[in-house]
């Protein structure tokens, strides 16, 4: 007889795959709302930010690091800079506006901060160019040494 612990097992992998994508891919959008002026634009606005500016550099990482995440292509190190972008993000934009995120609308900028640092601890899983790459690396480092 299966326990729950044991079918729940089956899908760690497809659920470790959907907690690294599915937020990479929402954040993605405000990248692009950000930089391509798509899905409303910046503010709302239908425009976009000015590239040089502190929400510039804010939509190239949400938008072209985010997208490392979701391929999950150097996977640890670019989590590690969406964790931090949203950090920065709910110090600069939120905690200004109260202490408590329930009042200041940071909820959003804390949780995706605590997901992506647990992506950049986990790594991208095996459902990722990361294993891809590195099982290519680690087999032909092992043929190498066997020649």
């Known amino acids: 007889m299966r326990t729950a612990t044991t079918l729940l097992d ?9 907690l690294r994508v599915v937020p990479a891919l ?3 959008q405000h990248g692009a709302q950000k930089l391509f002026g ?5 503010g709302g ?5 000015p590239l040089g500016s502190l929400l510039g550099l804010g939509g190239v990482l949400e938008f072209f690091v985010a997208a490392l995440v979701v391929l999950g292509l150097f996977t640890r190190p670019a989590a590690f800079l969406l964790a931090g972008e949203m950090a920065v993000a709910y110090f600069i934009g939120h905690a200004p ?3 408590w995120p329930i009042q200041n609308g940071g909820e959003p900028a ?4 605590f ?3 647990f992506i950049a601890a ?3 899983g095996p459902v990722s160019a990361d294993a891809l790459v590195f099982r290519e690396g680690r087999a032909r480092r092992h043929d190498d040494l066997g020649a």
């Open 10 to 18: 089956r899908y760690r992998v497809v659920a470790g795959t959907l």
């Open 26 to 28: 929402l954040l993605m």
């Open 38 to 42: 798509v899905l409303g634009g910046a």
């Open 45 to 49: 606005s239908g425009g976009t930010v």
């Open 97 to 99: 506006k109260g202490f």
């Open 110 to 113: 804390i949780l995706n901060c």
């Open 115 to 117: 997901v992506f640092f």
């Open 122 to 124: 986990a790594g991208a």
